[in-house]
């Protein structure tokens, strides 16, 4: 099942107020971005982010999971936890460089 549209709207107003949220489909599912880095992956409706350094303490009873077969593994974001969200969300946004523009 893939990430519906209403979903990735109600991630976006659930982080509200870190920066600028934009969201992007990416092989049939999204990526959120923080002004303008990428910093939580939405698949079959389930969003994850990166286990960095700078969050393991918050996240240390998270569940964890694959977003897509072949990646690595992420944690699953209580994204219901509005303020909790917010919290995570500024770390790894302070962490995350903006990706290089492609040359074409």
């Known amino acids: 099942m893939a990430t519906t549209n209403e979903y990735i709207k109600y991630i976006c107003e659930q982080i509200n107020g870190v920066g600028e949220i934009r969201y992007r489909k990416m092989f ?3 990526m959120v971005y923080v002004n303008d880095k990428p910093v ?3 698949c079959n409706n389930v969003p994850f982010v990166k286990k960095l350094d700078c969050i393991t303490e918050k996240m240390q009873n998270a569940e964890v999971g694959y977003p897509y077969k072949g990646a690595k593994e992420h944690y699953v974001l209580d994204i ?3 303020e909790f969200c917010k919290s995570i969300i500024m770390e790894i946004e302070k962490v995350t460089p ?3 523009k492609n040359k074409k």
Do not use: T, Y
Request: aromatic residues 8%; without cysteine.
């Open 40 to 42: 939580i992956i939405v």
């Open 98 to 100: 903006v990706p290089k």
């Open 80 to 82: 219901d936890n509005s």
């Open 28 to 30: 049939g599912e999204f």
